[in-house]
């Protein structure tokens, strides 16, 4: 029985001495612990004391700047609407910075001044950039390119210097202010955001003039005129440089085989090799940086071919599976579309495309031919969709039909305010 009793009381002493140095030991944490509240609460209080100090400079760095402003005012150095306003100068960025930070108002301003305009402020302001550069992708789905077509010709008169705009995001059109010469058969590209119509037919001569249009502040600028006279030309914007190819030189029968190339930093025109089976009418089109070119010989044959600017030669392609002169030809969704024409009969509304990425240049496929049959239209790809525009079926046309290529369908816009044909169109963010 002892040493039962005995033997229970060992197990119980071996506990408490087990719970006496745990005892310890919390002992020590809490002293480590008032002693680390005592140096933090002593640096509280020297913060505290340093933000006192602080607070006095600062009420006192107030009184004497005020003094001072009092004294030059009081002095007429300076008046207080003056001061006022440098204020207001240097808190602006700071404000507004704080304020492009907000994605939902950086978006809301994009979208008031436009895509074009967003991408010039991420260019050139260090503290906006960040808020706008975020809102670029979704204002680019937002506010597809708009639709510019530049003269032609109708039923009442031989050429127009008209210029309209169609906005595929409002579902609308507006007019431009006109452009400085008349011309039908001309051409048009965007370089950089700046719109280029070069060449045409004045209704006597055939044009060597060009011109361009800022959309930023609608202002139209002379240029200087192209080595060739030409009509029914094609234009493309390639790596910030004007590309024109083809077209007639003013005679119904002759050919302009000249390309030649417009560099807008320097203001200088650049020959280039010619095309080697020049087309009397010429449509044109850019993808991964190759030139593609469409029209019909001298001898009315089909003649398509591309340019390939870095190696600066040109290559015969497949002819289109229907002859026909008067097309026009864009890129979109990374084929080469070629619509509309005339087939030495009557205008004819087909629709064919290229795939140049599988490496197969020869096969066009055909596609569903546009509800309105013409020639003389423009081609225009924006938002992923192939625009056609203007032309003629043996009357001027007004229609601006769009192409949707994922569901192979057409669809029907409002249309031109002015009907015409051989009119010239491009896309690009005002």
């Known amino acids: 029985m002892c040493s039962t009793l005995e033997s229970a009381l060992a197990e119980h002493r071996s506990h408490l001495n087990g719970l006496s140095l745990h005892c310890k030991e919390l002992e020590k944490n809490q002293e480590r612990l008032i002693e680390d509240h005592a140096r933090f609460s002593a640096s509280h209080c020297s913060l505290l004391r340093e933000h006192r100090q602080l607070v006095q400079e600062h009420q006192a760095l107030r009184d004497e700047t005020e003094a001072v402003r009092d004294c030059l005012c009081s002095a007429n150095l300076v008046s207080n609407r003056a001061l006022r306003a440098s204020l207001s100068r240097r808190r602006a960025p700071r404000v507004l910075k704080v304020v492009m930070e907000e994605h939902g108002l950086a978006l809301a301003l994009g979208a008031a001044m436009g895509v074009e305009a967003a991408r010039r402020v991420c260019e050139t302001s260090r503290g906006l950039a960040a808020g ?58 965007a370089v950089n955001g700046m719109l280029y119509v070069v060449g045409g037919h004045d209704g006597q001569t055939a044009l060597a003039s060009a011109e361009r249009f800022d959309p930023a502040v609608g202002r139209w600028t002379t240029l200087p005129n192209m ?15 004007l590309h024109v190819i083809g077209g007639r030189d003013g005679r119904s029968s002759t050919a302009a085989p000249a390309t030649e190339r417009f560099d807008p930093s320097t203001g200088i025109w650049e020959a280039l090799p010619p095309m080697p089976h020049a087309p009397l009418g010429c449509a044109a089109s850019v993808l991964s940086g190759v030139l593609y070119a469409v029209g019909v010989g001298a001898d009315r044959e089909m003649v398509v071919a591309t340019f390939d600017p870095q190696r600066c030669k040109w290559a015969n392609l497949a002819p289109l599976p229907r002859q026909r002169f008067g097309c026009a030809s864009a890129v979109c969704g990374g084929y080469v579309y070629v619509a509309g024409g005339h087939d030495g009969h009557h205008a004819v509304g087909d629709l064919e495309r290229l795939d140049p990425r599988r490496g197969n240049c020869s096969r066009w496929e055909t596609l569903t031919a546009a509800p309105t049959a013409r020639h003389g239209c423009a081609a225009v790809s924006t938002a992923g969709s192939l625009y056609l525009v203007g032309g003629d079926d043996g009357h001027s046309l007004a229609a601006l039909e769009r192409f949707n290529p994922i569901r192979g369908c057409w669809e029907q816009l409002p249309p031109l305010p002015t009907g015409r044909f051989g009119c010239a169109a491009t896309a690009a963010w005002c």
């Open 132 to 189: 706008m550069r975020r809102c670029l992708p979704q204002l680019s789905q937002r506010l597809p390119p708009e639709i510019y077509v530049f003269g032609g010709k109708n039923d009442s008169s031989p050429a127009l210097a008209t210029a309209e705009c169609f906005s595929p995001h409002r579902n609308e059109w507006r007019t431009l202010p006109p452009m400085k010469t008349q011309r039908y058969g001309c051409a048009a590209a």
């Open 227 to 241: 080595p060739t006279a030409r009509t029914r030309c094609a234009a493309v914007g390639m790596r910030g440089l």
